[in-house]
């Protein structure tokens, strides 16, 4: 069965820290992908990957950066988080650029104090 | 500026009748159109694809019509349940990315 698995459900930091959220898939998938969520918003493209070491930025990368140094790996990263930056954070991996469907790991709601 | 419109933000319905949710866009021309379901707290989930030389696809009790001159999609639950009650996306290709719409959740009474 597919799997696609974020390192936390619920992250509570503070303004200023440097924020790590993990995602691992076990589908041997070559792209990678990280939204975030806000009510009303939708699903908003943050980064996503279409090979180990290939990061390209989608509609709101400003705060973020990510690294993919493993194909089954994709993490970002928030380099001094911000108070609005509290969101879900949702990872997802596909097999075909963006025909075929994603899957989507549990996400990560994330709180900035 | 490219759009996707959800009809509405929630759509109560009793059980056993049909679900009619419309996915509107603007400035985009997909090949591809998705659905997703979405339970509070959790991650979406694919349902169904229809691609843009195809008008409709049905699984189960889930049907999706597609039609790129009015650049609309239908989703309909029939018979629905009270286990359908969850939030639906709509999802266009573009670009080789998905972009989504902001969804329409829907609760079903018993």
């Known amino acids: 069965d597919v799997k696609v698995t974020q390192s936390s459900r619920y992250l509570v930091k503070r303004t200023g820290e440097k924020v790590f959220l993990e995602c691992v898939q076990d589908?041997?998938?070559?792209?990678m992908f990280w939204y975030r969520q806000d009510p009303g918003l939708g699903l908003r493209l943050i980064y996503f990957?279409?090979?180990?070491?290939?990061?390209e930025k989608g509609d709101i990368p400003e705060g973020y950066s990510v690294s993919r140094e493993k194909k089954e790996r994709f993490s970002l990263i928030l380099e001094s988080a911000s108070t609005n930056q509290t969101s879900m954070y949702l990872c997802?991996?596909?097999?075909?650029?963006?025909?075929?469907?994603?899957?989507f790991g549990p996400g990560t709601r994330l709180l900035v104090l | 500026s490219q759009k996707i419109e959800q009809n509405s933000e929630a759509l109560n319905i009793q059980e056993g009748k049909t679900a009619t949710l419309t996915c509107n866009y603007t400035?985009?021309?997909?090949?591809?159109l998705q659905w997703y379901r979405q339970d509070p707290g959790r991650g979406p989930v694919f349902l169904l694809l229809?691609?843009?030389?195809?008008k409709e696809k049905r699984k189960e009790r889930l049907k999706v019509t597609f039609d790129t001159t009015l650049k609309q999609s239908l989703f309909h639950i029939t018979a629905s349940q009270p286990a359908d009650s969850a939030t639906y996306l709509c999802?266009?290709?573009?670009?080789?990315?998905?972009?989504f719409g902001a969804g329409t959740t829907v609760t079903v009474r018993a």
């Open positions: 400035n985009y021309s997909p090949a591809y």
């Open positions: 990957s279409y090979d180990v070491k290939m990061k």
């Open positions: 999802a266009l290709t573009n670009d080789y990315k998905l972009s």
């Open positions: 589908m041997d998938h070559e792209n």
């Open positions: 229809i691609r843009e030389n195809e």
């Open positions: 997802a991996s596909s097999h075909d650029r963006g025909r075929e469907t994603q899957y």
